[in-house]
């Protein structure tokens, strides 16, 4: 089974703090992302990694970076958090076009 | 506009009912389409893939039409266990892995 594991099922954070989101997948794929999730609004791309090193913004990069330093691990990066971002964090996997989601970060920025 | 479009429900329906729901796409070039189902506080899992020809899993039916650009789900002898968000995903294809996702439509099938 794939296995997609996010570091952190819940947070809170400052206003002002630079948060890391850390996700981990165990099946060799190419492809990561992150999403978020907020009501009515669905699942919206922030970044996505086709390999190491290489990034792509999505549909929401502004106030985010990534890092992608080895093919397993991607890392969401909340450079100032700020109480907007408060949200429902995915991070996914895939080979092709099926993708495997962790369990989600809930984070919460006060 | 959004890209994907989904009424959100929720869809309230007595076990055993049939139930339907549609789901529009703006991107004509979309190539790949999927119904995602979310458990409430769970992440989001594969349910099934859009074919065009349609294509059925047990009691799940999903249909594709590029003319319109809609797909649909239908769900026939509903259980209290389909009770979930069904997210209508679409991949672009070349140039974009990522998927895209509709908001939800969410379903409570009661006793």
């Known amino acids: 089974d794939v296995k997609v594991t996010q570091s952190s099922r819940y947070l809170v954070k400052r206003t002002g703090e630079k948060v890391f989101l850390e996700c981990v997948q165990d099946?060799?794929?190419?492809?990561m992302f992150w999403y978020r999730q907020d009501p009515g609004l669905g699942l919206r791309l922030i970044y996505f990694?086709?390999?190491?090193?290489?990034?792509e913004k999505g549909d929401i990069p502004e106030g985010y970076s990534v890092s992608r330093e080895k093919k397993e691990r991607f890392s969401l990066i909340l450079e100032s958090a700020s109480t907007n971002q408060t949200s429902m964090y995915l991070c996914?996997?895939?080979?092709?076009?099926?993708?495997?989601f962790g369990q989600g970060t809930r984070l919460t920025v006060v | 506009r959004k890209e994907v479009e989904q009424d959100p429900g929720p869809f309230n329906v007595p076990e055993g009912a049939t139930v339907a729901f549609n789901c529009t796409y703006s991107?004509?070039?979309?190539?790949?389409f999927f119904w995602y189902r979310q458990d409430c506080r769970k992440e989001p899992k594969l349910l099934m893939s859009?074919?065009?020809?349609?294509n059925e899993d047990g009691r799940f039916t999903a249909q594709l039409n590029r003319a319109s650009q809609y797909i649909s789900l239908l769900i026939r002898d509903s259980k209290l266990s389909d009770s979930a968000t069904y997210l209508c995903?679409?991949?672009w294809g070349t140039g974009r892995r990522a998927l895209t996702f509709g908001s939800g439509t969410r379903l409570q099938v009661q006793p």
């Open positions: 995903v679409v991949n």
């Open positions: 991107n004509s070039a979309s190539q790949s």
């Open positions: 859009v074919y065009s020809s349609g």
């Open positions: 099946m060799d794929h190419e492809n």
């Open positions: 990694s086709y390999d190491v090193k290489m990034k």
């Open positions: 996914a996997s895939s080979l092709t076009t099926e993708a495997f």
